[in-house]
C-alpha cells in the first residue's frame, strides 16, 4: 500500500507540473514571421529574448506558399508578426490582414525599406507600371535599414524583451551586412562591364542590380511572381534583347523547376547556361544557404563565376 500510495503521490505531481510548464511557454513572447529570409534575420535581432515562428518551410517558393489553419491562428496570437508584403506572400496576406484586424502589431518590412519600382530592358510590363518590387533582400544595405527598424519594432510591440539587448543584437548584425556590402563590392569588381547583364527566370535582381551596377535585361517569366507564365511572343523579345546584350547566362531560382529557363535556352541555340541561384528561400540547415549571410555570399559567388566564365 505504502509503494502505490507513493506511486499515485509521483504521478499527481508530474501531472501537476505540466499545467505550469505549459502556461510558461505560452507566456514567453512570441513573434511570427512570414518568409524563411526574414525569419533568419529576425532571430539574429531577436537572439534569446523572445520565440520566433517561421511559416515558410525551406525551399518553399514565398509566392505560393500556403497555411494551414493552425498556422493561421498563430498570426492572431503573436505579439508581433514580421511579413514582407509588397504582395510577395500572395497567399497568406490576408492572413496578416485578419491579425491586424484582430488587433496584432505588424510590421510589412518591404515598405518601410524605400522599394523600387520593376524595370527591366526587355520592355516588360513591370518596366512601365511602377509596381514596387519586394524582393529588397538581394540588396543587403536594404536589409541592415530593416534590421535597425525591427529592432524598433521589437522593442515597441513585444513585451518582456531587454530593449538594450535587442539593440546590442542588432547593432552587432549590422555590422555582419555592412562587412557583406562590401566583400560583394570586391567579388563583383572582377565582372567586366560588358558582362554585368542579368537574365532570370522572374524579376527578382532588380535591388542587387541597382546597388552593385548591373543591367536587369529581362525575365523569362516577366512578372515579380512566379504564378506568371511567358507567352512565346514574351520568349522571343526577351531572346532578342539577350543577344543585343551579349548575355550568355541565365540565372534561375533553385528551389523552381528550370524548365522555362532551358527553353530559353534553346530558344537562343544553346547559346547560353542555367546557373541556379536560392534567390527567394533559405535551404535547410547545411543546405547551402541556410541562413541570410549564407545564401547571399554563395549567390554572389555563382553570379561571379557565370558572368565571367560565359
Known amino acids: 500500500m505504502r509503494r502505490s500510495a507513493r506511486l499515485l503521490l509521483g504521478l499527481l505531481i508530474v501531472v501537476g507540473t505540466v499545467p505550469a510548464c505549459a502556461a510558461g511557454d505560452a507566456d514567453r513572447p512570441q513573434i511570427v514571421v512570414t518568409t524563411n529570409i526574414l ?15 517561421v511559416l515558410m518551410k525551406p525551399n518553399a517558393d514565398p509566392h505560393s506558399f500556403g497555411l494551414s489553419a ?44 524605400e522599394p523600387l519600382a520593376y524595370r527591366s530592358e526587355d520592355g516588360g510590363p513591370e518596366a512601365d507600371d511602377g509596381q514596387p518590387d519586394p524582393h529588397f533582400w538581394t ?31 542588432a547593432q552587432r548584425y549590422a555590422q555582419e551586412l555592412t562587412d557583406l556590402t562590401s566583400w560583394m563590392t570586391r567579388s563583383f569588381d572582377r565582372v567586366p562591364e560588358d558582362r554585368r547583364a542579368l537574365v532570370t527566370n522572374h524579376h527578382v535582381f532588380g535591388y542587387l542590380a541597382d546597388r552593385f551596377g548591373f543591367r536587369v535585361v529581362g525575365a523569362v517569366i516577366p512578372s515579380g511572381t512566379t504564378l506568371a507564365s511567358p507567352s512565346s511572343s514574351d520568349l522571343r523579345s526577351l531572346t532578342r534583347a539577350m543577344r543585343a546584350a551579349g548575355v550568355r547566362t541565365i540565372f534561375a531560382d533553385s528551389s523552381r523547376p528550370q524548365r522555362l529557363a532551358e527553353v530559353l535556352r534553346q530558344e537562343t541555340g544553346g547559346e547560353v547556361s542555367v546557373v541556379a541561384l536560392h534567390s527567394e528561400s533559405l535551404t535547410e540547415e547545411g543546405g547551402g544557404a541556410d541562413t541570410y549571410l549564407t545564401m547571399m555570399r554563395a549567390n554572389t559567388e555563382a553570379m561571379t563565376t557565370g558572368l565571367t566564365a560565359s
Open 70 to 113: 493552425a498556422e493561421a491562428a498563430t498570426l492572431e496570437r503573436a505579439d508581433l508578426v514580421v511579413f514582407n508584403g509588397l504582395g510577395l506572400e500572395e497567399n497568406v496576406l490576408r492572413h496578416v490582414d485578419n491579425a491586424r484586424r484582430a488587433g496584432v502589431a505588424t510590421f510589412e518590412v518591404g515598405k518601410a525599406v
Open 139 to 169: 540588396d543587403p544595405d536594404r536589409v541592415r535599414k530593416a534590421v535597425d527598424l525591427l529592432a524598433d519594432q521589437i522593442t515597441a510591440h513585444v513585451d518582456g524583451v531587454e530593449r538594450s539587448a535587442v539593440h546590442r543584437n
Open 39 to 53: 525569419g533568419d534575420i529576425t532571430r539574429e535581432v531577436v537572439g534569446g529574448e523572445a520565440e520566433v515562428a
